[in-house]
């Protein structure tokens, strides 16, 4: 919509597309409607639009205004009645000024008590404390000596590591090793099964060559002897089908001389005509004589091509068998080469894969390893990163055992939730993960010492998680689901992770906050606390602790040890290189001149097979030749008799009757004729039964048994046998390698397991000797257990102590503000006293306890609410009056609007109407009904007019017309249905000029027109489209659009398929005038 009208049309004309349904709609369309048209023009629908949102907004004030005064109204009420309970209200502050002062000195004597006794309990505390060290020292000595014990377990453990990688490569070497060998067995199997196959199908070739060979022998023998009597029959039907054809000719002969006398008036008239019949006949002679020549030249060079067939076979057959001898050879020393060439590539193989992984492996351990500590420690806080080093540094010096790491370094989990992870955490991913509370006041004290930085500890044995309920929803999912680690550190994580959901994206972490009390987060890093916060923003992914320690975690190995063996592995490499090139370079030339021979080889197969066909096929024309040769032979000498008896024929008497001997041959041939038909028809039949079994025999021969003579001969002359033996043979060579592999890997597997033996039996003699001093330790450790219960013990009094303290502090601050006489009025008063005095200024206050206590601050509260709500009324009611303006305004602006409608679209009413009716005119009326009339109508045309200032006004469009120019104008209800037509495209023309367009669209709006009315119409629009530089797109049945138009398509329908194409002006017209003519007709 806001294209079109950034092209030029208006939203609220709906003109542009003139339907003819639309100019009929005009024409009976009432005053009150035409108005409503005008207004659609005018835009005034903005204006009421605008109008009623003003009048319901006045009713929405009006609403609130009565529900301010109904408020004041009882704010009034409730100001008395407050003002009522202030002097109550003032008695009771007084009593309980005093309630709090005696409260006060009570709190204050039981706290001084509270103080008192836990100066006591500290000093009891230092002397276990001092005496607990004293034996703790002592557990220190006996952990020295399990030190060593430990040290030797793990350099021992570290071996059996080592020998157990090593016992896991040569168990690797050895199930490869079985598995190569089971393969080569399996290959040597299959090679073996490939080879029985083989010489089976060669034997079974053979079986069929021969059984093939005797049908061969068997058809051609048959043929051999069908062959004398099937030349025999053709000869003989020849000669009969030649001596009727001449006895036929002798009798056609003598019929037509007998016939001559009728037929011809005088001896020069036959014999023109019988020189006629002569060089017709020597015409065909010549043609025949012609082809016979022809069919002899093809029949010889038959014959020849033949000759170079078989000459041709003979030469490829010799040729085969000598490539077949060097593809033997050629197998042989590729099968020998290629066995050499595996175990180099197999070597090479190893050394390769150990290479790339060791080269890899060193390039990117070494750079991730280098940038992953530097970030990390980047983004590490100073005291942090130090703490942590101390950490490691203590427990390596101090063998501290129970210290698991940071929460980072124990944690694994999904990138994806690498942010939310972090910033869930924060900081606490750094906390350092211990068994108990002991061990971490362990490597405090030592941190203190040595001032190490800080470090916070998570004790497993004092973590109490939170319990938390999760909501069902695939949109949530508990943070620390999505964790991986020890189950024996899930407190740790519980603490640290438990309270907080991972939630698809921000509207549902809002929503399970709200709903559920949990801490969200989503994948980015936005969280939602369960009080309403709400944190986030852009998290670099780039700086990510856990990311940097998750590389750091992986790829702190063995690099040195790595290099090392590289180097060995690439000079293991550049040897085997050199040795794997000459095989190839030997390999790759026995392999093409194997693949050049192979390639001859099938080459020469194809082409005897080729050739084989072909001679079969030439044969076939050969055959077909000499037939046709034949024929056209036993025409020539029929064309000649007939010829030479023409000729006799010329020149002798021309008579109506035969001489005796003439009519004796006459009656002598018809049975001779009636006898050789008979004997003619019993020797085709014969000969076709004798060349049906003939061509059957040398179909079979031809397209099956020489075909299949052909394929059994080349399976047997296959050489595939030989190559599959030769890697039979290279396969069970490999296979005796593999076996003794395997053998040596068994040997290396016994070795490596006495030694691992050997290893564990010193393990469990340390092992005895450490749960020896175990025990010890734990004898002394039991006493210190009982030390440290006195001090828990001692703890617990002082915590009840400081608990006792806290809530006396707590009562005196929730007293509030005192004055300063409140301090001392009672300080030296006994606690029974001061308890008794408290009880009767509490039984005082009990008879105020219907008092308002917040009748002051009500009172002040009303007060405000009642100012700020007549500031309220007072707005409401400005606002109201400026609406009123508004609604005025609105009024008079849409009045404005439809009156300058008006006055254009009847000056051009008036100026289109002139066009179209040449002598009439036409004007629009406005008639209007003033508030208060009694329905006189005052009527106004499209001249000034004064504004209507003393109420509204309803108004209506009328519309008054002269066709003939004289006399007094019409009403629309008065005019012929043509003549409404002319009027509603006047006013049509009348609004598109008032709001002009690029083109418009006209559907048949000259369908009800008058012919003189339809022209005019077409030079307006002709008229406009060339001023204006309007398109106008119109469709019609009429002549009169067509002469003015600039391009005229054409709409034809023919199986049930629509066309539009560009036609002619004349074409048009002729059409139209074709379409009138048949519509009279019918």
């Not at 008695?91 to 709190?107: A, F, G, P, V």
């Not at 040398?698 to 397209?703: D, G, I, V």
């Not at 367009?997 to 022209?1015: G, K, M, N, S, V």
Request: a neutral charge.
């Amino acid at each position: 919509m806001n294209l079109l009208e950034s092209a030029g049309f208006s939203r609220s004309n709906p003109y542009y597309v003139v339907q003819q349904g639309k100019i009929a709609s005009l024409t009976l369309m009432k005053d009150a409607e035409r108005l409503d048209l005008l207004k659609e023009i005018g835009g005034t629908r903005v204006y009421e639009e605008r109008r009623r949102e003003s009048l319901k907004i006045m009713h929405e004030t009006g609403n609130k205004r009565k529900q301010i005064i109904e408020v004041v109204k009882y704010l009034d009420e409730r100001l008395k009645e407050l003002d009522e309970e202030k002097e109550d209200l003032r008695k009771y502050q007084q009593l309980d000024r005093q309630r709090k002062s005696l409260e006060y000195t009570i709190y204050d004597k039981e706290l001084q008590d509270a103080r008192q006794k836990l100066a006591k309990v500290e000093e009891e505390r230092d002397k276990v404390s001092d005496k607990s060290t004293t034996m703790y020292n002592t557990v220190l000595e006996s952990e020295e000596k399990c030190k060593v014990l430990d040290k030797d377990s793990k350099r021992l453990s570290k071996e059996l590591q080592v020998l157990s990688k090593e016992k896991v490569a040569v168990e690797s070497r050895s199930t490869e090793a079985i598995k190569r060998k089971t393969q080569l067995e399996l290959d040597c199997r299959d090679l073996k099964e490939r080879i029985s196959r083989s010489s089976r199908v060669k034997n079974d070739a053979a079986k069929q060559l021969e059984f093939v060979k005797r049908e061969i022998l068997e058809s051609t023998n048959e043929i051999e002897v069908i062959k004398p009597s099937y030349d025999a029959l053709k000869m003989q039907e020849n000669e009969m089908t030649k001596g009727i054809m001449e006895r036929e000719k002798k009798l056609s002969i003598l019929y037509q001389k007998q016939g001559r006398a009728t037929q011809f008036p005088s001896k020069a008239a036959r014999d023109k005509w019988l020189q006629k019949e002569i060089d017709e006949l020597e015409r065909v002679l010549s043609s025949n004589q012609l082809q016979e020549q022809k069919l002899q030249d093809e029949f010889d060079n038959l014959n020849a091509q033949l000759r170079d067939i078989d000459d041709f076979i003979k030469s490829r057959k010799a040729n085969l068998s000598a490539l077949e001898s060097n593809i033997n050879q050629s197998n042989d020393g590729f099968i020998t080469s290629k066995g050499q060439r595996d175990k180099l590539q197999d070597e090479r193989k190893v050394l390769w894969e150990r290479e790339n992984e060791l080269s890899s492996e060193i390039e990117k351990l070494t750079s991730e390893v280098v940038k992953a500590e530097k970030n990390l420690d980047h983004a590490t806080p100073g005291d942090i990163r130090r703490g942590l080093t101390s950490v490691r540094r203590i427990c390596d010096q101090y063998r501290i055992e129970g210290v698991f790491g940071s929460l980072i370094e124990l944690l694994e989990c999904d990138e994806r939730f690498f942010t939310a992870v972090e910033v869930t955490a924060g900081n606490s991913l750094f906390h350092v993960v211990v068994d108990s509370d002991e061990t971490a006041t362990k490597i405090i004290r030592h941190l203190n010492a040595s001032k190490g930085g800080r470090v916070t500890f998570i004790p497993l044995n004092k973590v109490r998680p939170p319990h938390v309920t999760c909501p069902q929803n695939d949109d949530v999912v508990p943070l620390v689901k999505k964790l991986k680690f020890q189950d024996n550190y899930s407190k740790a994580f519980s603490q640290v992770f438990g309270r907080t959901v991972v939630c698809r994206n921000l509207d549902v972490a809002a929503r399970v906050a709200r709903t559920d009390g949990l801490d969200c987060i989503t994948l980015e890093g936005d969280q939602v606390s369960k009080k309403g916060g709400m944190t986030g923003g852009f998290y670099d992914y780039r700086r990510s602790k856990l990311k940097f320690m998750n590389i750091i975690k992986q790829n702190t190995r063995v690099i040195n040890m790595k290099k090392k063996e590289l180097e060995e592995v690439r000079l293991q490499l550049q040897d085997i290189d050199q040795k794997i090139t000459e095989k190839i370079t030997e390999q790759q030339k026995i392999d093409a001149d194997r693949a050049h021979h192979r390639s001859e080889v099938e080459q020469l197969r194809q082409d005897i097979a080729d050739a084989n066909k072909q001679k079969r096929s030439t044969s076939t024309a050969l055959e077909k030749k000499e037939k046709l040769l034949s024929n056209v032979r036993t025409q020539i000498e029929q064309l000649n008799a007939s010829v030479a008896q023409k000729q006799a024929e010329m020149g002798t008497d021309l008579v109506d009757h035969l001489n005796p001997e003439e009519r004796v041959l006459l009656t002598r041939l018809n049975p001779e004729i009636k006898e050789m038909k008979e004997k003619l028809m019993e020797c085709r039949s014969k000969l076709m039964e004798i060349e049906t079994k003939k061509l059957e025999l040398e179909t079979n021969l031809s397209t099956n048994l020489l075909r299949r003579q052909q394929e059994l001969v080349d399976i047997m002359s296959s050489a595939d046998d030989e190559m599959l033996s030769a890697e039979a043979e290279s396969n069970q060579k490999e296979m005796d390698e593999a076996k003794s592999l395997v053998d040596e890997a068994t040997e290396e597997l016994k070795r490596v397991s006495a030694s691992m033996n050997n290893i564990t039996k010193k393990l469990k003699e340390i092992k005895i000797e450490d749960d020896r001093l175990q025990k010890l330790r734990v004898d002394y450790e039991k006493r210190l257990q009982e030390e440290a219960e006195e001090l828990e013990q001692l703890i617990s009094n002082k915590n009840m102590l400081l608990a006792r303290q806290e809530e006396y502090s707590k009562k005196i601050r929730d007293l509030g503000p005192l004055s300063s006489d409140a301090f001392d009025t009672y300080r030296r008063k006994g606690a029974k006293e001061l308890h008794k005095m408290l009880h009767k200024c509490n039984e005082q206050l009990q008879q105020f306890s219907h008092v308002n206590k917040k009748a002051l601050d009500q009172y002040v509260n009303f007060t405000e609410q009642r100012e700020e709500l007549q500031k309220r009324q007072a707005e409401l009611d400005a606002g109201d009056e400026k609406i009123k303006e508004l609604i005025e305004v609105l009024d008079q602006r849409k009045d404005e609007s439809i009156e300058r409608t008006f006055k254009g679209v009847a000056r051009n009413f008036r100026e289109v109407f002139s066009e179209l009716v040449q002598g009439g005119h036409g004007f629009l009326v406005m008639m209007k009904k003033k508030d208060g009339d009694n329905g006189d109508d005052d009527m106004d045309e499209d001249g000034p007019r004064t504004a209507d200032t003393e109420g509204r006004v309803e108004k209506y469009i009328g519309v008054k017309v002269s066709f003939t120019g004289q006399g007094e104008t019409q009403s629309m209800k008065q005019l012929s249905g043509g003549q409404k037509t002319v009027v509603a495209l006047a006013l049509i023309f009348a609004i598109q000029r008032c709001d002009p367009a690029p083109f418009y669209l006209f559907d048949e709006i000259d369908a009800a027109l008058d012919p003189q009315y339809r022209t005019a119409v077409g030079n307006m629009i002709r008229r406009l489209a060339d001023q204006a530089n309007t398109q106008f797109i119109t469709t019609t049945f009429r002549p009169e659009l067509v002469k003015v138009a600039d391009k005229i398509y054409g709409v034809t329908h023919h199986k049930r398929v629509s066309r539009v194409n560009v036609v002619s002006k004349d074409e048009a017209i002729q059409f139209i005038e074709r379409d009138q003519t048949t519509n009279a007709d019918q």
